[in-house]
């Protein structure tokens, strides 16, 4: 598994951002994958988890109602689609992939096993 994440940016208030994680190595479509993000100053924290096929998922409170997390299993792809975005958005984003053997939703960030580099969103007022 190796993990890439991309599509961060510089956005307003309220404007919307696409994350995308491929997964280069290929191996991690059986997966559960899950995004994080860290704050300057901050702990790194949960965010949204999808399990191998997609039917599952779960998001952290703050990010309910704004933020999608889906997989294409074809691609080696997921995806966060993050909409009305708010200053307190404003963090480096991480996707992640759960060993093999979790096949459940996870939100710790100890249950994961693969990380990306990361990927900025900057969200100004």
């Known amino acids: 598994v190796q993990l890439q994440a991309s599509g961060g940016g510089l956005v307003e208030a309220g404007a919307s951002l696409r994350l995308s994680c491929v997964d280069s190595?290929?191996?991690?479509?059986?997966?559960?994958m899950g995004w994080f993000r860290q704050a300057p100053g901050k702990e790194r924290e949960f965010v949204a988890a999808?399990?191998?096929?997609?039917?599952?998922?779960d998001y952290s409170d703050f990010v309910k109602g704004r933020f999608i997390v889906s997989r294409e299993g074809t691609k080696n792809m997921i995806y966060l689609q993050m909409n009305s975005l708010e200053p307190e958005d404003t963090a480096v984003y991480y996707c992640?992939?759960?060993?093999?053997?979790?096949?459940?939703?996870?939100?710790?960030?100890?249950?994961?096993?693969?990380w990306g580099q990361g990927t900025q969103v900057t969200v100004s007022s």
């Open positions: 992640a992939a759960a060993p093999y053997e979790i096949s459940y939703v996870v939100t710790t960030s100890g249950s994961y096993r693969y």
């Open positions: 190595g290929g191996t991690g479509r059986n997966n559960v």
């Open positions: 999808i399990n191998r096929s997609g039917f599952r998922r």
